[in-house]
């Protein structure tokens, strides 16, 4: 019996330990949280405006005026980008992205990657080593891009995919991320980011003629590519929040459930110590019964 309580004291010893680390998990993501919902918060609308009057803009081009980012162009080479945080503990939040990435490699990617013309871009390290154990051609894996999400950090792997698609090496490009609710909801999406899409026939309501001061050429040429980048910008701030939430959910559950072990170890125990102080009382009784015969 003796035995059994040491046993039941070293649980209950290991799980206020494991409960302290997901407490102090919990502040930290908490911490984390705040600055990077912010960011995305502030950073939503005026990506989502952009965005709409980059659509707007290269629906209502004249032949005379054109841009390379608004091409459709058949498929024949692609790159797939898996947005997921470095680290774990996060629930099923970069699950979630990987299972986003692997549905498109799946339907609008399956014979570009059956013939072995798809390239895997991977901003951080889940995605990567999920990714480089299944497919051949994963090309980078930016672990340390997520230390410094500025916009001229970030800018330096959109350009790269910009330039990969004016000089025709990539015909489509899609970004898979975790999109941003709240600390408790967080969204798998996969995006087409290359080619612009352009406003369907039934968003007629939406066109707008826009009037540009000097040129419209030297205009788009310098706005068209700033609103892409803002754009992929806003796909990371996005998974930043998300995975920050979504690891503070997790702790937060983690503790709680803690909470209910030790609970219920607790209980056990005072069983357990009562059964043993019932067992020698019992003994006690015996031998002076015995003694007394």
Not at 103 to 123: H, N, P, R
Not at 198 to 210: H, I, P, R, T
Not at 211 to 218: D, N, T, Y
């Amino acid at each position: 019996m003796a035995g059994n309580l040491k046993e039941v004291r070293e649980r209950i010893k290991s799980v206020q330990n494991t409960q302290q680390i997901t407490k102090a998990m919990k502040m930290v993501s908490a911490a984390k949280f705040r600055k990077a919902q912010q960011a995305i918060v502030q950073m939503r609308p005026y990506s989502n405006k952009l965005n709409s009057m980059l659509r707007n803009i290269l629906s209502n081009l004249g032949s005379d005026v054109s841009s390379s980012y608004g091409q459709q162009r058949p498929i024949g080479r692609a790159c797939l980008v898996v947005v997921t945080s470095n680290r774990g503990l996060c629930g099923a939040f970069n699950t979630n992205v990987i299972k986003a990435a692997s549905q498109v490699l799946q339907t609008e990617y399956a014979e570009v990657a059956a013939k072995g013309q798809l390239d895997i871009l991977c901003i951080g390290k889940k995605g990567f080593d999920f990714f480089r154990k299944r497919q051949p051609n994963v090309i980078g894996d930016y672990v340390e891009l997520f230390s410094d999400l500025s916009f001229d950090n970030v800018s330096k792997v959109s350009a790269r995919l910009m330039k990969a698609f004016e000089d025709k090496t990539y015909d489509s490009v899609i970004v898979a991320y975790g999109r941003f609710k709240n600390a408790a909801t967080q969204f798998p999406e996969a995006e087409q980011f290359l080619p612009v899409q352009k406003l369907e026939s039934g968003d007629s309501k939406q066109k707008a003629d826009y009037i540009f001061e000097p040129s419209q050429e030297g205009l788009l040429e310098h706005l068209i590519p700033n609103i892409l980048q803002i754009q992929f910008h806003k796909y990371l701030l996005d998974t930043q929040a998300s995975e920050h939430g979504a690891r503070m959910t997790a702790m937060d559950k983690a503790t709680e459930n803690a909470e209910d072990m030790l609970r219920e170890l607790r209980i056990n125990y005072n069983k357990a110590r009562q059964e043993a102080i019932t067992g020698e009382i019992l003994e006690i009784v015996g031998g002076a019964a015995a003694l007394s015969s």
